[in-house]
């Protein structure tokens, strides 16, 4: 099993990223895919989540309206679009996989985003 997020980087406040994660080793449609991230000294927090379908996301009140989630259940892909970009936003943001029923989940080893003029 693999997830492998990329995208990140060091922007300006205002600005914005798009996290890909790419995964394999396990049927990629039947589980939800969710964002996480971790600032230092802080733990690990839900930023977005979207189901197996895509028929339903969620969105942690601090990013409503500026980041959105999507995936690709052909490719294998889940996406975290970040726009308005704030430096609270700066952390490591990881990829996580869990199968509808809970039983299994995954985690990417996760990228770094530093918002910082």
């Known amino acids: 099993v693999q997830l492998v997020e990329s995208g990140g980087g060091l922007v300006q406040p205002g600005g914005s990223l798009r996290l890909p994660c790419a995964t394999s080793?396990?049927?990629?449609?039947?589980?939800?895919m969710r964002w996480f991230r971790q600032a230092p000294g802080k733990e690990r927090e839900l930023v977005a989540g979207?189901?197996?379908?895509?028929?339903?996301?969620n969105y942690r009140d601090s990013v409503k309206g500026r980041f959105s989630i999507s995936r690709d259940n052909a490719k294998n892909m889940v996406y975290l679009q970040m726009n308005s970009l704030k430096p609270e936003d700066t952390a490591a943001y990881y990829c996580?996989?869990?199968?509808?029923?809970?039983?299994?989940?995954?985690w990417g080893q996760g990228t770094q985003v530093t918002v910082s003029s």
């Open positions: 996580n996989a869990i199968r509808q029923d809970s039983y299994f989940e995954y």
């Open positions: 080793g396990f049927t990629f449609c039947i589980y939800h």
């Open positions: 979207i189901s197996s379908t895509s028929v339903s996301t």
